[in-house]
């Protein structure tokens, strides 16, 4: 089991076909908290209804990535259920717009003060939608390790994501 973000997704592309070779089953978790987990579902859930949409993520100063692993994991969520494929970069590019992924703008903080925090907003005509989770323990994370440390041995193959072992939440 690997419980870390950042991978890219050749690297864990390479890590699913490793496992095949080698007949192992495992699980790569970016992230444990199932709050992050109903985030990305209802945020999907969202996406078939509004298009334009932007990820705000803020974690802690010694965060080596960014975007996050859950911002991109929100983000090609996302583009795979919304209406549209993709923005008009026409109307929204300007140089502060963050990081584009599938599409959507991800804008990262690394600041001292803070342990986690996601904000996925959706703009439409006169209104705007925003789902938001923020980590601020560690326990949080507790439930979904534990989940993820009983399941993985049931596994036949690398499986990415803490979804893949919860019935019934398909992020």
Not at 8 to 25: F, P, R, V
Not at 88 to 110: C, F, V, Y
Not at 146 to 158: I, Q, T, W, Y
Request: with cysteine.
């Amino acid at each position: 089991m690997i419980g870390a973000s950042g991978l890219t997704e050749e690297q864990i592309a390479c890590l699913i076909k490793q496992s095949e070779t080698m007949k192992l089953g495992g699980l790569i978790v970016p992230n444990f908290s199932l709050g992050v987990l109903l985030m990305i579902h209802f945020a999907k859930q969202a996406a078939h209804f509004l298009d334009s949409v932007e990820i705000i993520e803020m974690h802690h100063a010694q965060k080596f990535d960014a975007p996050s692993g859950t911002a991109l994991k929100t983000a090609k969520e996302i583009a795979l259920n919304r209406k549209t494929d993709k923005l008009d970069k026409k109307q929204t590019a300007m140089q502060a717009r963050g990081q584009w992924e599938n599409d959507i703008p991800i804008h990262s903080l690394r600041l001292p003060g803070i342990l986690a925090k996601q904000s996925v907003i959706f703009g439409a005509h006169g209104e705007t939608l925003t789902i938001t989770h923020e980590s601020i323990d560690r326990q949080c994370f507790m439930p979904g390790l534990l989940l993820a440390c009983e399941k993985v041995m049931s596994l036949n193959g690398l499986k990415y994501g803490l979804e893949q072992v919860i019935d019934g939440l398909s992020c």
